[in-house]
């Protein structure tokens, strides 16, 4: 079991990642909170079994899309970008393009997310996402164009 300054500790450490994973995925402030919870709810049930940091981080991102795939696929749920949510998880300076990167289809959104701010490979994120290399690098060539399109104002990519 985690005592509190350990789970302190870890959520110090990975929650800044499986908060900011959870908005990309939800576009809804309140949304990223419930799932950063369940997320860590989750994770020191099962912090025991994970061997590694890279071990902890995979299995964080894991969930993290797990849980924002179960809050995503109820009906009733209505999402929004939020001014705040975007201030909260970026600089001034780079607004305008998460706010673009919010703008774009999930999948687009998760690719990009995954691959410029938390640093992950192709073969990473596919392996994470459960699909293959070619559709990764599919969903970040077509995000990327999507990206282009809106920041120049074109809406037609």
Not at 79 to 95: G, K, S
Request: aromatic residues 10%; contains cysteine.
């Amino acid at each position: 079991m985690t005592d509190e300054r350990t789970a302190r500790a870890q959520v110090a450490r990975w929650g800044d990642l499986v908060w900011r994973l959870a908005l990309a995925r939800t576009r809804h402030l309140q949304d990223s909170e419930d799932v950063f919870q369940e997320v860590f709810a989750r994770f020191f049930r099962h912090e025991e079994e994970l061997e590694s940091d890279e071990h902890r981080k995979a299995w964080l991102i894991r969930c993290t899309l797990n849980c924002t795939n179960t809050l995503l696929s109820a009906r009733w749920r209505s999402w929004l970008p939020l001014e705040e949510a975007v201030t909260r998880a970026v600089e001034p300076e780079d607004r305008a393009v998460y706010q673009a990167v919010l703008a774009l289809p999930r999948r687009y959104r998760t690719a990009i997310h995954l691959h410029y701010y938390e640093g992950y490979s192709v073969s990473e994120i596919a392996a994470l996402t459960g699909v293959r290399e070619g559709t990764v690098k599919s969903w970040l060539a077509r995000g990327r164009e999507k990206l282009a399109a809106a920041l120049k104002g074109d809406d037609t990519p």
